[in-house]
């Protein structure tokens, strides 16, 4: 007898223990779980998933997970960030905060309220992202659209240096010496200019481009339109637009510093290749970063070694505050004039700025068209009487009654004291401008006639500066004018000998 082969129950003759069968849940036919563990299970759900989170936010999981997905752009931009500070911008003691940034529906009146505000900021969205710069300017592209860079600064030290030609330039010494902080200039091809910028890093010489962009030929135009990020005095037309700016581009390689300084105009900079750190002071801070003298090639810039200060030379630099801001393609910075900045590229890097007159700087050339009451005819010991008593009356009149002697002296601290000491042709021991030494018949006539002479140019000079509503604006303008009055009394190399007997005698 054959024996019968068992059969293997499918999933649909599977009995329960009664023998009947149980069917398998499906869907619409009302099944219902149990209330009480569909909660217990959501909450161990919901804990789970909590954990999981924390979890890949640090630890090891976390590096695994950046190991497979690479990256993010935040992070990697935090790591360029330490890079960055650790070996091409080391952080400053003395940056307190960073420059906020600020998005902004672009309109035609902007950059006047921008501007209002009187504070740096980072405008994220401005006109500039428009510009056909932003996509097209890269090293490849400006080789091969630019031939040559006219005036390309070459120099041995990261650090560039502002040169103006002013009048102590004419004292040998002091051109010398301040020469070795700037560049020399030659014209270059576009192709061994960038070869050089991009060179990686460490070098001993640094190549930097700066200059109006009509230097850049056709390429200028990938910057159109400029007249967005300018200010635009009343009556403006944008067909005169060039007569109310200046543009300015900037190229070179990462590490290129350029040194701390102030501006008189607005500048709206912008960012389009590589990434730049300003380090920003408020015109308060004048008093604290000892700038050379407005007579000085190095004039509107500090004569501290921002990097390695030597705080028993320059005292009260450990006073200063600073922000940062750090840029990126299509960013654009507002420094306000009189801002004092400090930058350093990155990366390599190119950048424009739109620099337009501020209302305050028209008031001050208008001062500075004003003649010191002074007659040809006078005796030499009658013009120097005569400036010091036109440089007593401007201060007095801005700054109170009996302030002119401490002023003058704070501009000789900060200015012109460790210069006198250290350059002699700036401290001649051959004249003095003592009022006892100048030997001015009928002196007090003369000061009665003097006084009402002068009243006019006065009339014209107090109130303007009165007009500044920012006191350090102010008394920086009024400390370029004390140097001028006493240069054009005297000469460059005596212009510091007469500020000091101003103050002593």
């Known amino acids: 007898m054959k024996s019968a082969k068992a059969k293997t129950p499918s999933s649909s003759d599977k009995k329960s223990g009664d023998g009947k069968k149980k069917d398998k849940p499906q869907e619409g036919r009302g099944y219902r779980q149990d209330p009480a563990g569909v909660a217990r299970r959501a909450v161990f759900i919901f804990f789970a998933v909590a954990v999981a989170i924390l979890s890949l936010q640090s630890g090891p999981v976390q590096t695994i997970i950046r190991q497979i997905r690479g990256p993010t752009a935040e992070e990697l931009m935090q790591e360029r960030h330490e890079r960055w500070l650790e ?11 960073e420059v906020p940034r600020i998005e902004i529906t672009p309109d035609v009146e902007f950059t006047e309220r921008v501007a209002a505000g009187n504070q740096p900021v980072i405008i994220s969205n401005s006109a500039s992202t428009k510009w056909r710069a932003s996509k097209l300017w890269n090293p490849e592209y400006m080789a091969a659209n630019v031939p040559e860079f006219k005036g390309v600064q070459h120099h041995t030290n990261k650090t560039f240096f502002y040169y103006h030609s002013r009048a102590m330039e004419s004292i040998p010494f002091v051109k010398e010496n301040y020469k070795s902080t700037v560049a020399t200039k030659s014209n270059m091809s576009s192709i061994d200019f960038f070869r050089n ?45 060039y007569k109310h700016r200046w543009t300015h581009v900037w190229i070179g390689p990462s590490g290129a510093t350029s040194h701390l300084h102030y501006d008189i105009f607005h500048n709206f900079y912008a960012q389009i290749y590589g990434y730049k750190r300003f380090v920003l002071m408020a015109p308060e801070e004048m008093e604290n970063v000892y700038l050379y003298p407005i007579l000085h090639p190095g004039g509107q810039s500090s004569q501290v070694d921002v990097e390695n200060p030597d705080y028993q030379k320059y005292p009260k630099f450990k006073n200063v505050k600073a922000y940062e801001a750090i840029l990126g393609p299509g960013d654009v910075l507002y420094v306000p004039p009189l801002w004092l900045h400090h930058v350093t590229a990155l990366d390599v890097s190119m950048s424009v700025s739109v620099w337009s007159k501020s209302s305050e700087t028209r008031t001050m050339w208008e001062v500075e068209k004003q003649p010191i009451p002074i007659k040809r005819v006078w005796s030499d010991e009658k013009k120097l009487l005569g400036a010091r008593l036109y440089l007593e009356a401007v201060i007095d009149g801005v700054l109170g009654e009996g302030s002119a002697k401490p002023f003058v002296a704070g501009v000789l601290e ?9 350059i002699p042709p700036l401290n001649p021991q051959d004249q003095s401008y003592c009022v006892e030494t100048l030997a001015v018949p009928d002196e007090e006539e003369f000061r009665k006639e003097y006084a009402q002479g002068a009243k006019v140019i006065m009339d014209q000079v107090v109130p303007r500066f009165q007009s500044l509503s920012n ?8 400390a370029n004018l004390c140097e001028m009055v006493a240069f054009g009394a005297t000469d460059a190399a005596h212009a510091g000998i007469f500020l000091q007997d101003f103050v002593n005698c």
């Open 197 to 241: 910028i991009l060179r990686p890093p460490p070098y001993n010489d640094f190549y930097y481009f700066s200059g109006d962009t009509d230097l850049l030929g056709e390429v200028m135009h990938d910057l159109y339109p400029v007249e967005p990020l300018m200010i635009k005095p009343p009556g403006f037309t944008p067909e005169e637009s």
């Open 87 to 97: 070996h091409i911008a080391p952080q400053f003691p003395f940056v307190v905060g």
């Open 471 to 478: 006191e350090a604006v102010k008394r920086t303008w009024l």
């Open 414 to 422: 900060q200015r012109y004291q460790r210069l006198m000491s250290e």
